[in-house]
Protein backbone atom coordinates (compact mmCIF):
# COMPACT_ATOMS: atom_id res chain seq x y z
CA UNK A 1 0.00 0.00 0.00
CA UNK A 2 1.03 3.29 -1.04
CA UNK A 3 0.52 6.74 0.96
CA UNK A 4 -0.64 9.64 -0.88
CA UNK A 5 0.97 13.11 -0.10
CA UNK A 6 -1.37 16.31 -1.09
CA UNK A 7 1.12 18.96 -3.44
CA UNK A 8 0.45 21.55 -5.24
CA UNK A 9 0.50 21.36 -9.06
CA UNK A 10 3.89 22.11 -10.38
CA UNK A 11 2.36 24.36 -13.41
CA UNK A 12 1.50 26.92 -10.30
CA UNK A 13 4.50 27.31 -9.02
CA UNK A 14 5.74 29.96 -11.68
CA UNK A 15 3.15 31.91 -10.74
CA UNK A 16 3.17 31.54 -6.91
CA UNK A 17 7.08 32.84 -7.19
CA UNK A 18 5.93 35.68 -9.55
CA UNK A 19 2.80 36.90 -7.39
CA UNK A 20 5.49 36.65 -4.46
CA UNK A 21 8.19 38.65 -6.09
CA UNK A 22 5.49 41.17 -7.23
CA UNK A 23 4.21 41.57 -3.72
CA UNK A 24 7.53 42.09 -2.45
CA UNK A 25 9.03 44.86 -5.13
CA UNK A 26 5.83 46.65 -5.62
CA UNK A 27 5.17 50.29 -4.93
CA UNK A 28 2.19 50.79 -2.73
CA UNK A 29 0.10 54.22 -2.72
CA UNK A 30 -1.71 53.18 0.44
CA UNK A 31 -0.43 56.19 2.90
CA UNK A 32 -2.32 57.46 5.90
CA UNK A 33 -0.40 60.96 6.63
CA UNK A 34 0.17 61.77 10.43
CA UNK A 35 1.64 65.28 10.99
CA UNK A 36 3.56 66.22 13.64
CA UNK A 37 4.11 68.78 15.75
CA UNK A 38 7.41 69.18 13.83
CA UNK A 39 5.80 68.79 10.76
CA UNK A 40 3.12 71.30 11.45
CA UNK A 41 5.68 74.04 11.69
CA UNK A 42 6.53 73.64 8.04
CA UNK A 43 3.33 74.14 6.89
CA UNK A 44 1.35 77.17 6.46
CA UNK A 45 -2.54 77.20 7.84
CA UNK A 46 -4.40 76.44 4.56
CA UNK A 47 -1.34 73.52 3.64
CA UNK A 48 -1.94 72.20 7.52
CA UNK A 49 -5.88 72.61 6.93
CA UNK A 50 -5.43 70.03 3.53
CA UNK A 51 -3.49 67.60 5.27
CA UNK A 52 -6.22 67.15 8.25
CA UNK A 53 -9.17 67.48 5.87
CA UNK A 54 -7.30 64.41 3.64
CA UNK A 55 -6.81 62.50 6.83
CA UNK A 56 -10.18 62.71 7.91
CA UNK A 57 -12.20 62.09 4.57
CA UNK A 58 -9.38 60.42 2.74
CA UNK A 59 -9.16 62.50 -0.08
CA UNK A 60 -8.25 65.97 -1.11
CA UNK A 61 -7.17 68.64 -3.75
CA UNK A 62 -6.08 66.68 -7.45
CA UNK A 63 -8.25 63.60 -6.27
CA UNK A 64 -9.54 61.67 -9.44
CA UNK A 65 -13.15 60.71 -9.87
CA UNK A 66 -15.42 59.20 -12.05
CA UNK A 67 -19.36 59.51 -11.95
CA UNK A 68 -21.20 56.53 -11.74
CA UNK A 69 -24.92 58.21 -11.71
CA UNK A 70 -26.55 59.35 -15.10
CA UNK A 71 -25.97 62.77 -14.13
CA UNK A 72 -24.60 65.03 -11.55
CA UNK A 73 -25.28 68.88 -11.26
CA UNK A 74 -22.61 71.04 -10.36
CA UNK A 75 -22.91 74.80 -9.29
CA UNK A 76 -21.33 77.37 -10.78
CA UNK A 77 -21.73 80.33 -8.02
CA UNK A 78 -19.19 80.01 -4.88
CA UNK A 79 -20.71 78.32 -1.66
CA UNK A 80 -21.44 81.39 -0.16
CA UNK A 81 -23.05 83.25 -2.91
CA UNK A 82 -25.00 79.75 -2.81
CA UNK A 83 -25.73 80.39 0.93
CA UNK A 84 -26.98 83.74 0.34
CA UNK A 85 -29.89 82.71 -1.67
CA UNK A 86 -28.67 84.89 -4.97
CA UNK A 87 -29.03 83.06 -8.59
CA UNK A 88 -27.35 80.38 -9.47
CA UNK A 89 -26.12 78.66 -12.82
CA UNK A 90 -25.94 74.70 -12.73
CA UNK A 91 -23.52 72.62 -15.20
CA UNK A 92 -24.05 68.97 -15.58
CA UNK A 93 -21.71 66.14 -15.90
CA UNK A 94 -22.64 62.86 -16.81
CA UNK A 95 -21.82 58.66 -16.36
CA UNK A 96 -18.25 57.91 -16.86
CA UNK A 97 -17.06 61.07 -16.64
CA UNK A 98 -13.60 61.93 -14.83
CA UNK A 99 -13.76 64.45 -12.45
CA UNK A 100 -10.61 66.28 -10.58
CA UNK A 101 -10.88 67.65 -7.04
CA UNK A 102 -10.31 71.53 -7.70
CA UNK A 103 -10.97 72.90 -4.39
CA UNK A 104 -12.31 72.38 -1.11
CA UNK A 105 -14.64 74.72 1.25
CA UNK A 106 -16.03 74.35 4.82
CA UNK A 107 -18.89 76.49 5.49
CA UNK A 108 -20.19 75.86 8.91
CA UNK A 109 -23.22 77.96 8.57
CA UNK A 110 -24.84 75.63 6.11
CA UNK A 111 -27.75 73.14 7.75
CA UNK A 112 -27.28 70.50 4.89
CA UNK A 113 -23.59 69.92 4.65
CA UNK A 114 -20.73 72.02 5.87
CA UNK A 115 -18.05 70.84 3.07
CA UNK A 116 -18.83 72.02 -0.35
CA UNK A 117 -16.08 70.16 -3.46
CA UNK A 118 -15.48 72.05 -6.17
CA UNK A 119 -14.74 69.61 -9.22
CA UNK A 120 -13.74 70.08 -13.04
CA UNK A 121 -14.34 67.76 -16.00
CA UNK A 122 -12.23 70.10 -17.65
CA UNK A 123 -11.34 73.81 -18.10
CA UNK A 124 -14.71 74.78 -19.30
CA UNK A 125 -16.57 72.19 -17.26
CA UNK A 126 -16.78 72.95 -13.04
CA UNK A 127 -19.04 73.91 -10.25
CA UNK A 128 -19.75 73.25 -6.50
CA UNK A 129 -21.53 70.42 -4.65
CA UNK A 130 -21.97 69.08 -1.28
CA UNK A 131 -19.91 66.14 -0.34
CA UNK A 132 -22.34 64.40 0.44
CA UNK A 133 -24.07 64.43 -2.97
CA UNK A 134 -20.81 64.06 -4.91
CA UNK A 135 -19.54 61.01 -2.87
CA UNK A 136 -22.83 59.20 -3.26
CA UNK A 137 -22.58 59.72 -7.26
CA UNK A 138 -19.18 59.26 -8.03
CA UNK A 139 -16.69 56.77 -7.66
CA UNK A 140 -12.31 57.09 -7.24
CA UNK A 141 -10.31 56.73 -10.36
CA UNK A 142 -9.19 53.19 -9.71
CA UNK A 143 -10.22 49.71 -11.02
CA UNK A 144 -9.90 48.54 -7.53
CA UNK A 145 -12.58 51.10 -5.65
CA UNK A 146 -15.23 50.38 -8.92
CA UNK A 147 -14.91 46.86 -8.48
CA UNK A 148 -15.57 47.38 -4.19
CA UNK A 149 -18.36 50.22 -5.48
CA UNK A 150 -20.24 47.58 -7.70
CA UNK A 151 -20.00 44.62 -5.30
CA UNK A 152 -21.27 47.32 -2.59
CA UNK A 153 -24.33 47.65 -4.67
CA UNK A 154 -27.57 46.77 -2.91
CA UNK A 155 -29.59 45.90 -6.11
CA UNK A 156 -26.72 44.13 -7.72
CA UNK A 157 -26.28 42.30 -4.48
CA UNK A 158 -29.90 41.15 -4.65
CA UNK A 159 -29.47 40.02 -8.07
CA UNK A 160 -26.84 38.41 -6.79
CA UNK A 161 -28.48 36.53 -4.40
CA UNK A 162 -31.33 35.54 -6.51
CA UNK A 163 -29.19 34.07 -9.11
CA UNK A 164 -26.79 32.28 -7.07
CA UNK A 165 -29.80 30.43 -5.49
CA UNK A 166 -31.34 29.78 -8.74
CA UNK A 167 -28.28 28.75 -9.97
CA UNK A 168 -27.23 26.31 -6.87
CA UNK A 169 -30.81 24.93 -7.04
CA UNK A 170 -30.64 23.68 -10.48
CA UNK A 171 -27.37 22.44 -10.14
CA UNK A 172 -27.66 20.29 -7.38
CA UNK A 173 -30.94 19.04 -8.59
CA UNK A 174 -28.82 17.93 -11.73
CA UNK A 175 -25.29 16.78 -9.50
CA UNK A 176 -27.81 14.48 -7.47
CA UNK A 177 -29.93 13.15 -10.17
CA UNK A 178 -26.12 12.56 -12.10
CA UNK A 179 -24.69 10.80 -8.97
CA UNK A 180 -22.10 13.44 -10.06
CA UNK A 181 -18.79 14.85 -7.49
CA UNK A 182 -19.43 17.95 -6.02
CA UNK A 183 -17.72 19.49 -3.08
CA UNK A 184 -18.97 18.90 0.78
CA UNK A 185 -21.31 15.95 -0.56
CA UNK A 186 -19.73 13.94 -2.58
CA UNK A 187 -16.35 15.36 -3.26
CA UNK A 188 -13.35 14.56 -5.10
CA UNK A 189 -9.90 13.46 -4.32
CA UNK A 190 -8.77 16.56 -3.56
CA UNK A 191 -8.50 19.31 -0.62
CA UNK A 192 -7.85 21.79 -3.05
CA UNK A 193 -12.10 22.46 -3.67
CA UNK A 194 -12.92 22.44 0.00
CA UNK A 195 -9.78 24.67 0.91
CA UNK A 196 -11.37 27.45 -1.52
CA UNK A 197 -14.86 27.32 -0.17
CA UNK A 198 -13.45 27.44 3.23
CA UNK A 199 -11.30 30.56 2.22
CA UNK A 200 -14.30 31.91 0.57
CA UNK A 201 -16.21 31.83 3.41
CA UNK A 202 -13.12 33.74 5.85
CA UNK A 203 -12.65 36.36 3.01
CA UNK A 204 -16.41 37.41 3.17
CA UNK A 205 -16.70 37.01 7.37
CA UNK A 206 -13.21 39.30 7.30
CA UNK A 207 -14.78 41.68 4.87
CA UNK A 208 -17.82 42.35 7.06
CA UNK A 209 -15.95 42.52 10.39
CA UNK A 210 -13.25 45.31 8.74
CA UNK A 211 -16.56 47.41 7.33
CA UNK A 212 -18.08 46.56 11.11
CA UNK A 213 -15.22 47.49 13.42
CA UNK A 214 -12.75 49.51 11.37
CA UNK A 215 -14.79 51.30 8.80
CA UNK A 216 -12.26 54.12 8.67
CA UNK A 217 -9.31 51.69 7.53
CA UNK A 218 -11.53 50.10 4.91
CA UNK A 219 -12.43 53.99 3.65
CA UNK A 220 -8.99 54.14 3.44
CA UNK A 221 -8.48 51.68 1.48
CA UNK A 222 -11.44 52.49 -0.77
CA UNK A 223 -10.25 55.95 -1.76
CA UNK A 224 -6.42 54.45 -1.88
CA UNK A 225 -6.60 50.82 -2.81
CA UNK A 226 -3.81 48.40 -3.23
CA UNK A 227 -3.25 45.00 -3.68
CA UNK A 228 -0.03 45.11 -1.67
CA UNK A 229 -0.51 43.37 1.52
CA UNK A 230 2.63 44.54 3.45
CA UNK A 231 2.28 47.88 3.26
CA UNK A 232 -1.11 48.06 5.00
CA UNK A 233 -3.09 47.84 8.55
CA UNK A 234 -2.88 44.04 9.88
CA UNK A 235 -6.46 43.16 9.51
CA UNK A 236 -6.67 44.92 6.23
CA UNK A 237 -2.94 42.87 4.94
CA UNK A 238 -4.59 39.48 6.38
CA UNK A 239 -8.01 40.12 3.92
CA UNK A 240 -5.60 41.16 1.28
CA UNK A 241 -3.33 37.59 2.02
CA UNK A 242 -6.93 36.04 1.74
CA UNK A 243 -7.60 37.25 -1.92
CA UNK A 244 -4.45 36.29 -3.06
CA UNK A 245 -4.88 32.74 -1.68
CA UNK A 246 -8.54 32.78 -3.71
CA UNK A 247 -6.60 33.52 -7.01
CA UNK A 248 -3.79 30.37 -6.20
CA UNK A 249 -6.02 27.95 -4.80
CA UNK A 250 -8.77 29.14 -7.38
CA UNK A 251 -6.17 27.78 -9.60
CA UNK A 252 -4.67 25.05 -8.09
CA UNK A 253 -8.25 23.91 -7.81
CA UNK A 254 -9.36 23.90 -11.77
CA UNK A 255 -5.97 22.06 -12.33
CA UNK A 256 -6.60 18.97 -9.99
CA UNK A 257 -10.26 19.01 -11.07
CA UNK A 258 -8.79 18.53 -15.07
CA UNK A 259 -6.49 15.71 -13.97
CA UNK A 260 -9.11 13.79 -11.92
CA UNK A 261 -12.54 14.15 -14.16
CA UNK A 262 -13.58 13.98 -17.50
CA UNK A 263 -14.13 17.32 -19.71
CA UNK A 264 -17.85 17.14 -18.84
CA UNK A 265 -18.15 16.47 -15.24
CA UNK A 266 -14.95 18.64 -14.49
CA UNK A 267 -17.10 21.57 -15.71
CA UNK A 268 -19.95 20.80 -14.15
CA UNK A 269 -17.80 19.86 -10.87
CA UNK A 270 -16.48 23.33 -11.31
CA UNK A 271 -20.14 25.45 -11.80
CA UNK A 272 -21.21 23.04 -8.74
CA UNK A 273 -17.94 24.94 -6.72
CA UNK A 274 -18.67 28.60 -8.18
CA UNK A 275 -22.42 28.04 -6.86
CA UNK A 276 -21.49 27.11 -3.40
CA UNK A 277 -18.20 29.70 -3.09
CA UNK A 278 -21.23 32.59 -4.38
CA UNK A 279 -23.63 31.09 -1.38
CA UNK A 280 -20.42 31.53 1.18
CA UNK A 281 -19.59 34.85 0.06
CA UNK A 282 -23.42 36.20 0.00
CA UNK A 283 -24.44 34.62 3.09
CA UNK A 284 -21.31 35.51 5.74
CA UNK A 285 -21.09 38.30 4.55
CA UNK A 286 -24.51 39.32 5.41
CA UNK A 287 -24.86 37.68 8.32
CA UNK A 288 -21.18 38.95 9.83
CA UNK A 289 -23.02 42.36 9.87
CA UNK A 290 -25.46 40.97 12.69
CA UNK A 291 -22.72 39.04 14.28
CA UNK A 292 -24.25 35.40 13.36
CA UNK A 293 -21.92 35.18 10.76
CA UNK A 294 -18.98 33.93 13.33
CA UNK A 295 -20.87 30.88 14.67
CA UNK A 296 -21.94 30.43 11.31
CA UNK A 297 -18.08 30.73 9.93
CA UNK A 298 -16.90 28.45 13.16
CA UNK A 299 -19.75 25.85 12.33
CA UNK A 300 -18.73 25.55 8.34
CA UNK A 301 -15.25 25.37 8.83
CA UNK A 302 -15.88 22.72 11.27
CA UNK A 303 -18.13 20.48 8.61
CA UNK A 304 -16.27 21.63 5.39
CA UNK A 305 -13.10 19.44 7.34
CA UNK A 306 -15.21 16.89 8.87
CA UNK A 307 -16.77 16.07 5.96
CA UNK A 308 -13.64 15.82 3.60
CA UNK A 309 -11.24 14.29 5.97
CA UNK A 310 -14.15 12.05 6.86
CA UNK A 311 -15.56 10.59 3.57
CA UNK A 312 -13.16 12.62 0.40
CA UNK A 313 -9.74 11.78 1.43
CA UNK A 314 -8.06 8.66 -0.22
CA UNK A 315 -4.90 7.74 2.06
CA UNK A 316 -3.90 4.78 -0.14
CA UNK A 317 -3.96 3.23 -3.59
CA UNK A 318 -4.85 0.05 -4.77
CA UNK A 319 -1.52 -2.02 -5.54
CA UNK A 320 -3.09 -3.99 -8.22
CA UNK A 321 -4.65 -1.41 -10.70
CA UNK A 322 -3.70 2.09 -8.96
CA UNK A 323 -7.64 2.98 -7.80
CA UNK A 324 -7.21 5.65 -4.89
CA UNK A 325 -9.03 3.75 -2.04
CA UNK A 326 -10.22 5.45 1.46
CA UNK A 327 -9.26 2.44 3.83
CA UNK A 328 -7.80 -0.90 3.34
CA UNK A 329 -9.25 -3.75 1.55
CA UNK A 330 -11.33 -4.60 -1.61
CA UNK A 331 -10.45 -2.27 -4.17
CA UNK A 332 -13.78 -0.98 -5.59
CA UNK A 333 -12.46 -1.03 -9.16
CA UNK A 334 -10.62 -4.38 -9.52
CA UNK A 335 -11.63 -6.23 -6.59
CA UNK A 336 -8.19 -6.83 -5.27
CA UNK A 337 -8.01 -7.26 -1.51
CA UNK A 338 -5.12 -4.71 0.04
CA UNK A 339 -4.00 -5.19 3.26
Same mark, same amino acid.
Given at each position: MLKLKLHLPQALWPLIVVVALSLL +?????????????TQQAQYSQKQLDS?????? +? +??SVNYNFVVKDDSVSLIRQ?????????MTDTVTVYKHDHLAVADIRIIPADSIDSVWVQVARDQA???????????KSVVPNDPISQFISIFSDTHLLVFLIIISLISITYLMRTIFRRNAKIVHFNDINSFYPTLLAVIVASSATLYSSIQTFAPDIWQQFYFNPTL???????ILGVFLVSVWSMLIIGLATIDVVRSILPASEA???L??????????YIVFSIATLYFIGYAMFAGYVYYALYVYFKRSRCAYICGKCGARMNRKGRCPVCGTVNE
Open positions: +HVSCNYKQTRTTDIMFAEK +H +HYQPEEIMGRMTFGWIHETGLLNPFNVPFLLYCGLASVCAVN
